[in-house]
């Protein structure tokens, strides 16, 4: 079936910029999704691409895709202590409304 | 900004019972789907909803599990049987038509069975 890999943690100091990383099995994913989880709360969309796009950009947040390699990248510019939490990267496959999740990275923020 | 609801936040049951989550999801969605989280484990699909009938389902959401919308504004996930191995954050999520944007996730029920 489907997979989606993350590394499980990320360390950064405020100011930097965070890298999060995901691959995924599924050749027939048509869009792919970041999401964030703060302590006690739900899973909140933070932005998504669609498969033939190789990069979006909104505000602070570069996805980048490397649809070959099913690799997904999510940038966070000048990360701040407020954006730690889990990320998840999650693909939906063609003909499907369910996702497939990864375990989730856990970004640090350093002061 | 619209939500999903979820209620109660914390629920632990006696393995045996039979327990509901429940959901309010957002008013003109039309999709409702299930999803549960096993303490350090991925996040689940488990099921999804559309036109009052089940559109689509996991291998996890076996003769145990049932979903309702009773009265056209809650969505239920009923555990038949409950077992030590359903103790997990469930989250319910809604979404219209349009896939592109994603789901609205609610916050999730912690159930513990004991």
């Known amino acids: 079936g489907e997979d989606v890999e993350q590394s499980l943690f990320l360390s950064v100091r405020e100011g930097d910029s965070s890298v999060i990383n995901c691959t995924y099995t599924?050749?027939?994913?048509?869009?792919l999704y970041w999401y964030k989880q703060e302590p006690g709360a739900g899973l909140q969309l933070l932005t998504y691409i669609f498969s033939n796009m190789d990069m979006k950009q909104d505000q602070r947040l570069t996805v980048l895709l490397n649809k070959k390699d099913k690799h997904l990248s999510l940038r966070i510019a000048d990360t701040q202590t407020g954006d730690s939490a889990i990320y998840f990267c999650?693909?939906?496959?063609?003909?499907?409304?369910?996702?497939?999740f990864g375990s989730g990275t856990r970004l640090q923020v350093q002061p | 900004e619209p939500e999903v609801t979820q209620t109660p936040s914390h629920q632990v049951t006696q393995m045996g019972q039979e327990v509901i989550l429940r959901c309010v999801p957002i008013?003109?969605?039309?999709?409702f789907y299930w999803y549960r989280q096993i303490l350090g484990q991925k996040v689940e699909f488990l099921v999804s909803f559309y036109n009052n009938e089940i559109s689509e389902k996991s291998e996890i959401f076996d003769d145990q599990f049932s979903v309702e919308r009773p009265d056209g504004s809650n969505f239920t996930l009923k555990i038949r049987s409950t077992k030590l191995e359903d103790s997990a954050m469930y989250f319910c999520?809604?979404?219209?038509?349009?896939?592109?944007?994603?789901?609205?996730f609610g916050s999730g029920t912690r159930l513990t069975v004991v």
């Open positions: 008013s003109n969605h039309l999709y």
């Open positions: 999650a693909e939906m496959g063609t003909g499907r409304r369910a996702l497939t």
């Open positions: 599924d050749s027939s994913s048509t869009y």
């Open positions: 999520a809604s979404s219209d038509e349009g896939i592109s944007y994603g789901y609205t």
